[in-house]
């Protein structure tokens, strides 16, 4: 079965740091674009960041850039994403999903079923 499992979410306070972890099952990150996504509820999914499958290429939103940094570990078969500085308005569920090129929610293959974050104030 093809899936991707996420890991590493939490509750933190405003400030503090998580590190997010995205690993496949039934195939290999190596070929694939990987793309972070978040849910608050009530809203939209939206992408966080992306990179590209050999690492030389990324992508943040607004809200991401300067705090949170996507890596990938193509011999290990993980993808991460290192959140720092969190604010309360990051509070969401966090999905990674692969494809082979970065793309919107509706753009993208293969999904995770998410992992919590919620930062407090």
């Known amino acids: 079965q093809v899936q991707l499992v996420e890991s590493g979410g939490g509750a933190v306070q405003a400030g503090g740091s998580l590190r997010l972890s995205c690993v496949p099952s039934g195939f290999t990150l190596n070929y694939y674009a990987i793309a972070w996504f978040r849910q608050a509820p009530g809203k939209e999914r939206e992408v966080v960041s992306c990179i590209m499958d050999s690492g030389s290429v990324t992508y943040y939103s607004n809200s991401a850039k300067g705090r949170f940094t996507i890596s990938r570990d193509n011999a290990k078969n993980v993808a991460f994403l290192q959140m720092n500085s969190l604010k309360p308005g990051d509070t969401a569920r966090y999905y990674c999903?692969?494809?082979?090129?970065?793309?919107?929610?509706?753009?993208?293959?293969?999904w995770g079923k998410g992992t919590l974050v919620t930062v407090s104030s």
């Open positions: 999903a692969a494809d082979t090129m970065c793309g919107g929610p509706d753009g993208m293959d293969y």
